[in-house]
């Protein structure tokens, strides 16, 4: 059974820093591609970064040169340093595990003040 459970978020002043990390099992996760999205209030999901099992990755515009998607795979978890952030980052920050109809985290609560 796929599991994947965030931990790191918080509230962080803008300018600020935060590390959201996920916790991956019930499947080789060595061999998997990894991700995140976000959800803001009243807003679609929205895609954030994505790191394919070999290790490349891919950010969407919104917070490319700021965010940082790495894993470890000895862990079997999968980590998003955000720098720089801004207002407008605060979200609910969800792991994505990207198979078929995608697997998802129960998200954690990323909110940054101004």
């Known amino acids: 059974q796929v599991e994947l459970v965030e931990s790191g978020g918080g509230l962080v002043q803008a300018g600020g820093s935060l590390r959201v990390s996920c916790a991956a099992s019930?499947?080789?996760?060595?061999?998997?591609?990894m991700g995140w999205y976000r959800q803001a209030p009243g807003k679609q999901r929205e895609w954030v970064a994505v790191?394919?099992?070999?290790?490349?990755?891919n950010y969407a515009d919104s917070v490319k040169g700021r965010f940082t998607i790495s894993r470890d795979n000895a862990k079997n978890t999968v980590y998003l340093q955000m720098n720089s952030l801004k207002p407008e980052d605060t979200a609910v920050y969800y792991c994505?595990?990207?198979?078929?109809?995608?697997?998802w985290g129960q998200g954690t609560q990323v909110t940054v003040s101004s």
């Open positions: 019930g499947f080789i996760f060595s061999a998997n591609d």
């Open positions: 790191i394919s099992s070999g290790g490349f990755t």
């Open positions: 994505w595990r990207p198979v078929g109809s995608g697997s």
